[in-house]
């Protein structure tokens, strides 16, 4: 099983400033990862796949980067409604799997 | 615009099975990857298995003993079964669709919370 780690576990960042999340995978997952943002009682909403591919409707101000192990998502200029918990997803190998999350939350 | 909607019993008792189905509305199930993906509280994702309506399916080894996924076409809805809950099992159920093309989720229910408790 592909075991994904996401770091920081909490970023705290103030409203316009830039966030930068990591995700980094026990093996190379090619660019098969996926980027979610969920917020509280609300499920996760797919953000990013292909690693920098941006889902319909996601602001340009999200991007995603990054290959094999080690992938990047970048929120620059955060936005109140950009304050949530995000997680990375490997879909390279079965079982498909997550890392644990990054909560943004304001400083 | 595809619409996710799950549903079952809230509360399960330890050995019991839990049933869900999700009711997929404003698109047709056929032709897509369908699967099941839980949230203990306060914890992380886990996938469970996908179903597709030709009868493929994948499930993840730590739960594929006690796991039974299907596709009801005719009622545009999906199920899951999981057999012999613990405590271990209670957590936010969400059903959700495979991004055409890859195995990212594009589409999700809104989620069901299920409690194993005697």
């Known amino acids: 099983e592909i075991v994904m780690t996401q770091s920081p576990a909490t970023l705290s960042v103030s409203p316009g400033e830039r966030a930068t999340l990591s995700c980094r995978a026990s093996?190379?997952?090619?660019?098969?990862l996926a980027w979610y943002q969920q917020k509280p009682g609300q499920a996760p909403r797919l953000f990013i796949s292909?690693?920098?591919t941006r889902a319909t409707g996601i602001p340009a101000r999200f991007s995603g980067s990054g290959s094999a192990t080690e992938f990047t998502l970048t929120i620059t200029s955060l936005q109140s409604e950009d304050f949530a918990v995000y997680y990375c997803q490997q879909y390279s190998y079965w079982p498909l799997t997550f890392g644990g999350g990054t909560k943004v939350e304001i400083k | 615009q595809a619409q996710l909607q799950e549903s079952g019993p809230g509360l399960v008792k330890p050995s019991e099975t839990l049933s869900l189905t999700c009711t997929v509305s404003?698109?047709?199930?056929?032709?897509?990857?369908w699967s099941w993906i839980r949230q203990p509280p306060g914890k992380g994702l886990e996938w469970i298995g996908y179903m597709h309506d030709s009868g493929a399916s994948n499930y993840n080894p730590s739960l594929k003993s006690r796991v039974t996924l299907s596709v009801d076409t005719s009622k545009n809805q999906f199920s899951l079964k999981l057999s012999s809950v613990t405590a271990a099992d209670t957590a936010v159920y969400y059903c959700?669709?495979?991004?055409?093309?890859?195995?990212?989720?594009?589409?999700w229910g809104q989620g069901t919370t299920v409690t194993v408790s005697s």
């Open positions: 093996q190379s997952v090619s660019s098969n």
């Open positions: 292909g690693a920098s």
């Open positions: 959700a669709r495979r991004v055409t093309g890859n195995d990212a989720f594009d589409v």
């Open positions: 404003g698109a047709s199930i056929r032709g897509y990857y």
